[in-house]
């Protein structure tokens, strides 16, 4: 009997431990970042096919868009992550469809997948961004991208948004 409540409560413990020690375990560190990309030097492919739906909304679907490395010190796409030297020779490479509403302006991109490159791995995903083109000044845009890492990048999620044309800013997350 005393061997029964001895595993009994033994039993009882572990399964404590196994659902508290999640809670316990290390959160991602969450890193400052921001991106910059010399969009002059991107280049697009045309598109694999354009409509224009009754609603007066232009779409352009298929849209190869790659940004180059550059050459240094003028590097087209650049990592700073806070505390760290930049990480700089990064290319892009991202199939966009974009819808633009001739009535109100509104431009939106969407880059499905958006692949952000460097030496030894990649950050990929999802990239979506707008511009309010009317009135055209100033310039109004509005973005968001959720890039998870590879090779070196292994485990790590970009997440940053749109702070002009050419900059990006947020957070690395790392384990």
């Not at 697009?44 to 354009?50: E, G, H, I, N, R």
């Not at 109100?104 to 692949?115: A, C, E, S, V």
């Not at 952000?116 to 100033?138: C, H, Q, R, S, Y």
């Amino acid at each position: 009997m005393k061997i029964e409540k001895c595993s009994v409560l033994i039993l009882v413990f572990l399964m404590l431990f196994i659902a508290v020690a999640p809670v316990f375990a290390e959160s991602p560190k969450k890193v400052p970042v921001s991106l910059y990309v010399n969009v002059k030097k991107a280049l697009d492919t045309d598109p694999v096919k354009v409509w224009t739906s009754d609603d007066g909304i232009i779409h352009k679907q298929g849209i190869i868009r790659t940004v180059a490395i550059g050459t240094s010190p003028a590097y087209n796409v650049v990592l700073f992550i806070e505390g760290k030297e930049p990480i700089s020779g990064g290319t892009i490479y991202a199939v966009v469809d974009l819808m633009e509403n001739t009535k109100t302006g509104l431009l939106t991109n969407h880059y499905h997948p958006w692949i952000v490159a460097f030496e030894g791995g990649t950050f990929e995903g999802v990239n979506t961004w707008t511009w309010d083109k009317i009135p055209l000044l100033p310039l109004d845009f509005d973005g968001h991208a959720v890039l998870q890492g590879t090779g070196v990048f292994e485990g790590q999620k970009l997440s940053i948004q749109m702070d002009t044309a050419t900059t990006w800013s947020g957070y690395l997350l790392t384990p």
